[in-house]
């Protein structure tokens, strides 16, 4: 057989096993996500602390910072749930893939991670930068939670496709690279995650 039709069909079992792969996690996890309004809320927040932090005069930071409690506290509850609600699931269907290869999830399991760990990690991450046991500046605190959310988002896009197109979209969304955002989440919430993901806490 020619090598050019062996690429061919290759390449074509490749990318067909690719796409159905890719079409079962982003209807899996929306199904979920489609329960909250995380996306809404993540969108509201981050609208509001940019608007705070470009705001010169702290007389009027003060009310901008007030006016997005509420939603802060609904985003970290409607987290803690989703991440509560995805840990019912079975194994098989979160895991979270390393590589960018279809099916590997079934062939070599013990090569993923497990989505429902992972997002734990990122809502009790929010849950402790909102709580701000630290007493930080309102303006760290913001800093921290756009991170952290950011961090949140990459793992979705991280499950759904892969983890180089999720870095890709974060970039492309926000301007900031994937190892800028593990530098500004908070110490205990990148110690958490890269023990995960790396399974060397100390990784950069």
């Not at 005069?57 to 987290?79: D, I, T």
């Not at 290869?101 to 090569?111: D, G, N, V």
């Not at 800093?143 to 499950?159: K, V, Y």
């Not at 496709?161 to 926000?174: E, G, W």
Request: charged share 20%.
């Amino acid at each position: 057989m020619d090598a050019f039709l062996i690429a061919f069909l290759f390449g074509l079992g490749y990318f067909t096993l690719k796409g159905h792969s890719e079409r079962q996690r982003i209807a899996l996890l929306g199904s979920h996500l489609r329960r909250y309004q995380i996306e809404k809320l993540m969108e509201q927040l981050n609208h509001g602390y940019l608007r705070a932090l470009g705001e010169p005069e702290a007389e009027r930071r003060a009310p901008m910072w007030a006016a997005l409690g509420e939603a802060e506290s609904q985003l970290a509850q409607q987290l803690g749930d989703f991440a509560a609600d995805m840990s019912r699931l079975p194994a098989e269907q979160t895991r979270l893939c390393r590589f960018s290869l279809p099916m590997i999830e079934r062939w070599l399991p013990q090569s993923t991670l497990d989505l429902r760990a992972v997002l734990r990690v990122h809502a009790d991450a929010v849950q402790a930068a909102m709580a701000n046991h630290g007493q930080r500046s309102a303006k760290a605190r913001a800093h921290t939670l756009l991170a952290e959310l950011m961090l949140f988002q990459h793992t979705c896009h991280w499950f759904c496709k892969s983890r180089t197109v999720a870095s890709i979209r974060l970039l492309a969304r926000h301007r900031t690279a994937y190892e800028q955002v593990l530098d500004a989440i908070a110490p205990a919430s990148r110690h958490a995650y890269l023990a995960l993901v790396k399974g060397n806490p100390r990784a950069a």
